[in-house]
């Protein structure tokens, strides 16, 4: 209820503080016997982690992962999988000029107002550094999700934005680059972009696109939970997100009835796929795509005026290591979530299956 | 689990099919000495119902509310509030000619591939109809929100947009038209496209925009259920919806950082608002805003090629009453559900906030 | 949260007061496909309904339920089943004389207490007139446990015993007679203590037990949502349950390892059976026996000294219709809960075993 | 849903095997700017470990917890209190002699069966290892409910019982013997038999009773979540318990209800409490009082039959070091328990009552 903890049947709980003495988390639900390979779910903590090109902050954190239960002999056992991630980097004395001021565009001020008092070292809670649990978890719930295909990819910084249809691009370039877009030509003038953005002391906001493939039909609960709001739930949960739309999304609202629906193929397939592989909150079989929008971050290197925790005026002077532009770093939290969802669904699924 | 709830405590789990006995509903942990005003919540169910205007279905049903358990002498008395909506109008026979074919961008497909078989009687449960108890539930949420105001409106129908700025409408003109548009010259535009667009046997998508004011700071959980979050599955849990934004959403992703920040003004208000009144996840006590983008209706009076449930193909012609455009009958159920989710994040935030 | 639903994926939500207008509930998770008796459910409904023989209250209600949703041409579709049961003898005068005072140990004190105010009209929310809409429920739930078994049959009233074990008896001979215990000679002993407390104008507690056959081992989610815990609460929330055994239970607690423990035969069951079927939380395929202490009813035909609202010392007299004692009316509740248990542990069981 | 967490507003989930690498849990929902006294926790946990006496295991493991989150300058901060045990004595080799056999009375077959493979190193999941975790969180509950008094203690040890009431006796005598009864002359005779129950290489159960006071008015939730209902599955939940009951219990189902009801004084107290403190579900300010039977410990130092994973007969030879009888251990776990219960309570009755 409080917040942390994310799914029902395939459910993760996290916690810990940006400047505490560890991350982590516990996966409850995961189905017994799968064979997980811990490598890969370093590589998607690799993918997230500061300092890992010239475009991110250039913080240094190794965010390895210890896992304490639930996997034995290489595989999962059916019982809670708990991890942590330690905090080693954690400078605190970087944070003491905001110990009683409010960073515009931040939790700052909620928090404070919310809890009563508040861990001033950092985001704490509210940073973004929680999403490192997402990605151990997202990376567990892929393994299991065997043969769907998750790949997100950055398709707009600023105003910079990829025109042409996922399905004309080869989606594994995405992680030939560092912005992580698979348009290599625009990847290159969207890094350019970043660096400049970064020289100004500004930053910028940007778009992840999500294709998810091979996905069974059928996932998905009819009526509140119905599979695209509960992947907009996941998507909005992750920081600094502003939008999310399907499918044809907010231009499908300009869009005629006679254009939009999709016809069907003689297989259950459809000739269009507006309604972005999900009918009624259940998946078709049809690809599935998202988009998100991330805002620029809060955090600029430029002085900023704003309020102390008296309701004083006072200046607040841009400092530490942050990012420019949090797309290329976003791409594998949005897989993560999107994983989530898609395991959580399939064990709901499967409960009712059974019988049948 | 199986998607028929919304909240976590002030819960709504809703029953019923467009052509069962009934549609229904109840609301648990509505808390006790709530004087309710009954004719609020006809009203709202009024402004959601079919035949309202010349510009909705013509079908006609009273969708009258008849409370069975939880108010006593005019107040809520804590326990659950159990309604129903009788199904006065039921035309089964309209739907034979869907029997055995599954309509285009509808969920009938789905549905019968994830249970086996399907209630074929028009949507089932799929149906928009199933909206008519979260309308109910909302009224009775908006009336515990003493003092919170939450406003929609029709703000784009196709191509024609809303450009103004909410803060220099008066958003209660926005019942004086059937479109509920709080633009009056606007409204008539949308107006007489509509009406076009039925001609042509068409439909069309369209977009609501809900202001939400008054709200204190603080409501709201971090992490995974932040407030935003929350209110964009809310919303993507409405039929036909394919997108969510709140404050700068979209276009935000487009800005800079020293642009998009949020500065304060010394009483912890800020001199902008993109943060659309949430910060972290938590309301920061500014108007909360989002935009919801509906798609055109899948149920158009033309004849469309489709395939039966032997994967044969089917002229599929036509048929019914049904909605040109969405918009003007979803304003009351955006509102529904954003009073749902308001009312359950006050009960949680509240619960930690008595010792203090 | 507010405590009016039981169970994760086969859910029951119930509603509804004494004398309000209906109870009635939603099974929301009921698998779809399943074809349902109705007869059964009006069955079970029947061997709870007050006025069925000479030893229970004579107040008369047909309790007759009414099914609005979830079902079509016979079977469950997988979309919520709503069904309520109108109140028809809703005497409220009967109960004036309670309007203002709390009769002892009964809820009337906390109930005004939690909620600031109560439905004075009996026992509102906290009658055993709720616990109809279990039995409808589990009477379902039962219909989706194909092959499973659950027998609940009175095994004391008062200081009278049933000394047999269960294994030594005929379960089926507990419906046929008005005390529902399954030795007809005790039967007949206990029915003749009941008139003699009746006619002195009192009460008397007892023990139902239950005995559930065929359950495939499996069932029963390890530490904190164990098969015995969550029947135990099952059962607990039935009015006035005071404990709940199962297996040794309480006398087990005197014994020996060297003696309780249950020695393996080569198949995997057990010589013995003091697990009750169920290790570790997790049912081990024999049989589940379980037993349920019920205090005597509250409501005495006789003078009370009690307080009223304000503090002041009144006189109640007993009046209207009421059970002597509760167990042969509470035996098909404990077989409901039973099932509800089971039905929800069934889906969450096979929601993990699917890839298998 | 698979049974590892535990309450609702103010949640435990729990990790950890008895031979993995740590223990652990996340405690969500903790209210914001309570001063934690760690001290106090750790004094808990001690009361639990093995090692602690003559009467208990002789294991050793110094069970040290590690707070990760969620503390900030001595105070909760209401977000995740994140928490680690390591096991620092995993003797493995110790269970060798089990890995292909099932313990009688243990779930080693259950387990099996129902994940398909299993943890062979101790007891895994099963063992009552975990329940250090609950200890940790009780131990923070117990500090949310300020001047709330929860005193558990060994009230049986096999025959020998404690007949006089609780009223009767100074409960802080219990923390003065190795065995927690607060009978010293009884305990001394307690500790006798167990000493010579181990002698034998044999176990006995016994019963733990717990007396809860200061409650105020008002905690539970009607119906399904009475709160003795949610302390019956607390406890039900902790290894080797076989029942429960509370006030009148077992005996009052002997009752007649003119001796049995408990009459009022004018301050709304009553001058019985047979009802335990609790009517209808909800706490009445009384005394809350309970007891929980424990079944004897399975491991037993002698030669026992069983089978193994292929369903051949073997002989299994008692080994490792357990209890002789689990209750003197398991005060703290009890008392754990119900300080979770009553939390989430609290914090529940609390949403409701904000707005009077």
């Known amino acids: 209820m409080a917040g942390n903890s994310f799914g029902n049947l395939f459910k993760l709980s996290t916690f810990g503080e940006s400047h505490g003495e560890a991350l982590g988390g516990v ?49 999962t056992t059916g019982t809670p999988i708990g991890f942590i991630i330690e905090n080693t980097n954690q400078k605190s004395h970087d944070y003491s000029h905001i110990k009683d001021s409010y960073r515009p565009s931040h939790a700052d001020y909620v928090y404070e107002k919310k809890y ?18 997402r990605v151990v978890a997202g990376a567990v719930a892929k393994q299991m999700l065997e043969g769907v295909k998750i790949n997100a990819f950055v398709s707009s910084v600023g105003n910079i934005h990829l025109e042409k249809p996922y399905t004309e691009l080869d989606l594994a370039n995405a992680e030939t680059n560092i912005v992580r877009c698979p348009d290599t030509d625009l990847a290159a003038k969207m890094e350019n972009y970043i660096k400049q953005i970064r020289k100004e002391g500004d930053t910028v906001g940007g778009v992840v696109t999500c294709v998810i493939q091979n996905v069974p039909v059928g996932l998905g609960e009819p009526v509140f939970d119905k599979l695209h709001a509960e992947l907009g739930k996941a998507m909005l949960s992750i920081n600094a997100v502003k939008g999310f739309e399907y499918g044809s999304g907010f231009p499908g609202a300009e869009m005629k009835g006679s254009q939009h629906n ?9 000739k269009t796929n507006y309604s972005g592989g999900i009918q009624g909150g259940i998946s078709n079989g049809m690809d599935i795509y998202f988009r998100v929008a991330f805002k620029p971050v809060a955090t600029i290197m430029q002085t900023q005026k704003t309020i102390d925790n008296k309701g004083e ?3 607040m002077q841009g400092k530490g290591r942050h990012d420019p532009c949090v797309v290329p770093r976003a791409v594998p939290i949005v897989e993560a979530m999107a994983a989530l969802v898609l395991a959580d669904y399939t064990l709901i699924n499967n409960s009712y299956l059974h019988k049948r």
């Open 27 to 75: 996966i409850d639900g995961c189905p017994a016997g799968i064979s997980l390979d811990l490598s890969k779910i370093q590589l998607d903590l690799d993918r997230r982690k500061p300092g890992q090109s010239a475009i991110v902050t250039q913080r240094k954190e190794p965010d390895e992962v210890r896992f304490l239960s639930g996997i034995f002999e290489g595989k």
């Open 116 to 133: 009563g008092f508040r861990d001033y070292r950092g985001g704490g809670r509210s940073s973004a550094r929680e999403t490192a649990s």
């Open 262 to 270: 999709d016809l069907y193929n003689a297989d259950g397939t459809t």
């Open 313 to 315: 005026e006072v200046e």
